[in-house]
């Protein structure tokens, strides 16, 4: 599984004009299952997600987890975060799992988020072409891999 993390101080996601998902402060992740993804890789990257101090403390340091500031999430699935451009120029999606493969990550992915934040987690919609508009406050964005752990 791979995330795109950014810390925003606002987020939402619609379709079709829409909203789905809104989040105040707080994360947004946009999340890709790769094929061959398992309950491993899912909870080594809400662990760390949840854990991951990118929010400023009253020194100014980035010392404190959306968990610790009350923050929100918004999690949006993203299948071309394996995207590869090793031949052409016309992206390859091989690695990306397929939907039967991964909306059940992604849904539990979500659950298990929620339960590690200690709130309801947003989220857009599995599959639709979507619209995600954000805040990047800092602007604070980080890449994980669970496969690649020490990214």
């Given at each position: 599984?791979?995330?795109?993390?950014?810390?925003?101080?606002?987020?939402?996601?619609?379709?079709?004009?829409?909203?789905?998902?809104?989040?105040?402060?707080?994360?947004?992740?946009?999340?890709?299952?790769?094929?061959?993804?398992?309950?491993?890789?899912?909870?080594?990257?809400?662990?760390?997600?949840?854990?991951?101090?990118?929010?400023?403390?009253?020194?100014?340091?980035?010392?404190?987890?959306?968990?610790?500031?009350?923050g929100n999430?918004?999690?949006?699935?993203?299948?071309?975060?394996?995207?590869?451009?090793?031949?052409?120029?016309?992206?390859?999606?091989?690695?990306?799992?397929?939907?039967?493969?991964?909306?059940?990550?992604?849904?539990?992915?979500?659950?298990?988020?929620?339960?590690?934040?200690?709130?309801?987690?947003?989220?857009?919609?599995?599959?639709a072409m979507?619209?995600?508009?954000?805040?990047?406050?800092?602007?604070?964005?980080?890449?994980?891999d669970s496969?690649?752990?020490?990214?």
């Amino acid at each position: 599984m791979r995330a795109v993390v950014q810390r925003v101080s606002s987020a939402s996601v619609s379709v079709s004009g829409e909203v789905v998902g809104e989040i105040e402060s707080g994360i947004l992740v946009l999340l890709g299952v790769e094929s061959g993804d398992t309950d491993v890789d899912l909870e080594w990257l809400v662990s760390r997600l949840a854990r991951v101090r990118i929010f400023e403390d009253e020194a100014g340091k980035m010392n404190l987890s959306v968990c610790d500031i009350g923050g929100n999430a918004l999690v949006v699935s993203q299948f071309t975060l394996f995207g590869s451009m090793k031949k052409g120029s016309r992206p390859s999606f091989n690695r990306a799992a397929v939907p039967a493969e991964a909306i059940p990550l992604y849904e539990k992915f979500v659950t298990k988020l929620s339960c590690a934040i200690g709130k309801s987690v947003q989220t857009g919609r599995f599959g639709a072409m979507m619209d995600v508009s954000l805040v990047n406050d800092g602007p604070v964005t980080l890449v994980l891999d669970s496969r690649v752990p020490a990214f």
